[in-house]
Each structure stands twice: as C-alpha cells, then as structure tokens.
Nanobody, 116 residues
Framework: QVQLVESGGGLVQAGGSLRLSCSASGSIFSMNTMAWYRQAPGKEREFVAAITSGSFANYADSVRGRFTIFRDNAKNTMYLHMNSLKPEDTAVYYC??????????WGQGTQVTVSS
C-alpha cells in the first residue's frame, strides 16, 4: 500500500550541493512525520532530519545549518536539500515514515558520495 522511492543521489565534490527527493504512494504521507536517515559503510543507520505533517523540522547536529528538509503534501513528496557537503556525508540515504528506525516503511535508498 505504501511505497517510498528516493532519488537525487550522486557524486559531488566537497562543498557542493544535492537535492534528494522521496516520492510516496498511499494516503499515509500527509498524516505522518517523515524522515531521512543515512547509513555509511561500516556504520549504523543514523537519523538525519525529520519533518512533521505540519512542516515542523528537526535535524541531527551533524547536518544542522547545512541541510533543509521540506515536504509537498499535494505531491506526496519530501525533499532534502544538502549544501556544503562533506566527505563524511557519504552514505546511502533513506526516507521513512514515522521518523523511527522501527518504521514499517522505508525506501530503497539513494547513494550520496562526496569527494574531497
């Protein structure tokens, strides 16, 4: 019933920018907090940013001031604008429903690679 598809990842130089998107199907999108998580090789999956149904956002300290999360409920799409990217931002980025590692709903992930 609920499908999440991430896109927008790629290879970028340090200091550059990328915009990720998460397109959702199903009626759950507009009624739930949505979030971005990431997982780098050899590391645990970690929280990046979340946005409530009312567009209240919060961020991990590591990305605060550099990343911006927003959503377009009419399009069932969530975005992550990533600026001033660092090599340590390299990871697979996932969107989910509910801003929880225990969410039932995850996308397939999109790879972000930041070169020095």
């Amino acid at each position: 019933q609920v499908q999440l598809v991430e896109s927008g990842g790629g290879l970028v130089q340090a200091g550059g920018s990328l915009r990720l998107s998460c397109s959702a199907s199903g009626s759950i999108f507009s009624m739930n907090t949505m979030a971005w998580y990431r997982q780098a090789p050899g590391k645990e999956r970690e929280f990046v940013a979340a946005i409530t149904s009312g567009s209240f956002a919060n961020y991990a300290d590591s990305v605060r001031g550099r990343f911006t999360i927003f959503r377009d409920n009419a399009k069932n799409t969530m975005y992550l604008h990533m600026n001033s990217l660092k090599p340590e931002d390299t990871a697979v980025y996932y969107c989910n429903v509910g801003a929880s590692l225990f969410s039932r709903y995850w996308g397939q992930g999109t790879q972000v690679t930041v070169s020095s």
